[in-house]
């Protein structure tokens, strides 16, 4: 896999804190060598990036950067949680997609999630997956994904 954070360098990725929780949860909580990260949302400085439902208010283009952005604050949680250097694999993420009536391309919109995971961690961040259409998410954010590593 190499060093992580060499390949967020490359990438052009800074890892931003952890997002705080917004109800009564942790961002990440770790049982033996695994990490069970929350849902999170495309939370940028405090805020969400953009809010509505895919397919209406947010096209899908727009919602798999999004996926994405939420992929890079569950690396924040991990890294607050145990850094990421003792990432051995993303094993399994669930993505959520607020869609409009009719929309059906959660798939690609959670690939935005899912390309990062491979881009920062190669082989490793290949990973088994659900993406899940749900007519709201909190604060009406498009978007969240949650996830379990394996972790060294």
Do not use: W
């Not at 190499?2 to 705080?20: K, M, S």
């Not at 890079?72 to 250097?85: T, W």
């Not at 919109?109 to 961690?121: H, I, K, P, R, W």
């Amino acid at each position: 896999m190499g060093d992580v954070y060499a390949r967020l360098a490359e990438l052009g990725i800074t890892i931003p804190p952890v997002v705080p929780p917004v109800a009564a949860y942790v961002p990440a909580v770790r049982t033996g060598s695994h990490v069970y990260v929350s849902g999170q949302l495309p939370m940028v400085d405090g805020a969400l990036a953009a809010t509505g439902l895919v397919g209406a208010e947010v096209a899908p283009e727009r919602a798999k950067e999004l996926a994405r952005t939420c992929a890079i604050n569950v690396l924040a949680a991990v890294e607050a949680l145990a850094g990421l250097g003792s990432v051995v694999r993303v094993v399994k993420i669930v993505g959520f997609v607020a869609s409009a009536p009719g929309f059906t391309g959660q798939p690609g919109v959670v690939n935005g999630a899912s390309e990062l995971f491979g881009e920062v961690f190669g082989e490793a961040g290949q990973h088994a997956r659900s993406a899940v259409g749900v007519s709201a998410l909190p604060l009406n954010a498009p978007v969240e994904v949650e996830a379990i590593l394996e972790l060294s």
